[in-house]
Each structure stands twice: as C-alpha cells, then as structure tokens.
T-cell receptor
Framework: DAMVIQNPRYQVTQFGKPVTLSCSQTLNHNVMYWYQQKSSQAPKLLFHYYDKDFNNEADTPDNFQSRRPNTSFCFLDIRSPGLGDAAMYLC?????????????FGPGTRLTVL | AQRVTQPEKLLSVFKGAPVELKCNYSYSGSPELFWYVQYSRQRLQLLLRHISRESIKGFTADLNKGETSFHLKKPFAQEEDSAMYYCALGGSGNTPLVFGKGTRLSVIA
C-alpha cells in the first residue's frame, strides 16, 4: 500500500543533543509537511516542501531544520533539543500545495527529551 | 488570520444517541473545511471535506458560512466512532491547513 512512513516511532534524546527524524513516502506526492503536536493541542505546521521549494512558518524556531534530498524522503533536524521540544512529530504529504488539498499523514514520531 | 475553534475537548455519548461535534472557523476568504479523525493507535486521516458533500461512516458536515460553522453530525453513534476528531481549515492558494485542538469522542455502550 502506498503510504507515509516515519522512523523511528519513538525517539529519546538528551537535552542539547541533535536528533533527526525521518519521513518517507511511496505516494509520489509533491508536497511534504512537518507538524509538531503537543499533548492536547492541535498539530502545528513547522514547515513544508513543495518539490525542493522550502517554506518555513514564521514562528518555527531556528532550532528546527529540514532536508528533502529527493521526492520520497524528508528529514526533520532538531539541532539542540530543549525540554519544550518533546512532542509528537507528524509528517504529511499532499499532491499539490495549499490547505484545500487532502493531506496523508504518517504515524508520527514521539520525541522525548531527557 | 485563519482560526479553528472546537469548543469541546471531550464529548461522551451513549451508543445509538445522536452526535454533534462543533467546529467554528474564522477566515476572510473562501474556506475549505475538513474533518480529520484519529482512531486509537492509528494515524490521522481524512474523514470528510465540505466540497465532497458526502456521508462517510454515517457522518455528515455542512458548511454554514453565515454562522462560520462546520459541525460534524451522526444520527446514531457507534462504539467504533470513539476517536479524536479534528476540524481543519484550508484557505485559497498556498495557505496551509490550520487544525482545531480536537474533540475526543467517547461512545459508551
């Protein structure tokens, strides 16, 4: 089945230790998104790629970076994780850009910062 | 600015009772509204979108521009409907999707 895959499902890191979360998709979608979701809160968009065009949300901290080496893969790098960065991180894809289009989500990676 | 409000964090109903999950939005342009659902231990997935005007798993939602609402309804709740429901608002062009905080629906047998 075509899908969005996130690895690992659970990630534990230490305060200040860089961490990378991975997302891959077999849907061949142009757009890939990264969301942060904290407990009892709405998913919050961090950034998205439209093909290789990177779009950062205005309030996304500089501590968060992303790479998309090809259509299938997208990475979220947290350079110096703080305790406040502990959250579920969701990757999603869509065929074209814009909120009017269905997004397909991965299962998420739960990040714990010690 | 786009904003989505889901006033209820938790909604508990008995099996067979009607369900209404409330969603209100704020957007100056022409909105695209969605309901996403997350069942236990599963990924977030699209339930329905207003432009489709369809019923999925017995759920319907009507966009009311006058009241800026997009409430999700089902006449008879089932236990398998228990899940987290998110209302989402998409705008025109490249405006990203904005999610509400979600409502947890619990259907009691």
């Amino acid at each position: 089945d075509a899908m969005v895959i996130q690895n690992p499902r659970y990630q534990v890191t230490q305060f200040g230790k860089p961490v990378t979360l991975s997302c891959s998709q077999t849907l061949n979608h142009n757009v890939m998104y990264w969301y942060q979701q904290k407990s009892s809160q709405a998913p919050k968009l961090l950034f998205h790629y439209y093909d290789k065009d990177f779009n950062n949300e205005a309030d996304t901290p500089d501590n968060f970076q992303s790479r998309r080496p090809n259509t299938s893969f997208c990475f979220l790098d947290i350079r110096s994780p703080g305790l406040g960065d502990a959250a579920m991180y969701l990757c999603a894809t869509s065929t074209i850009r814009g909120g009017g289009n269905e997004q397909f989500f991965g299962p998420g990676t739960r990040l714990t910062v010690l | 600015a786009q904003r989505v409000t889901q006033p209820e964090k938790l909604l508990s109903v008995f099996k067979g009772a009607p369900v209404e999950l409330k969603c209100n939005y704020s957007y100056s342009g022409s909105p695209e509204l969605f309901w996403y659902v997350q069942y236990s231990r599963q990924r977030l997935q699209l339930l329905l979108r207003h432009i489709s005007r369809e019923s999925i798993k017995g759920f319907t939602a009507d966009l009311n521009k006058g009241e800026t609402s997009f409430h999700l309804k089902k006449p008879f709740a089932q236990e398998e409907d228990s899940a987290m429901y998110y209302c989402a608002l998409g705008g025109s062009g490249n405006t990203p999707l904005v999610f509400g905080k979600g409502t947890r629906l619990s259907v009691i047998a």
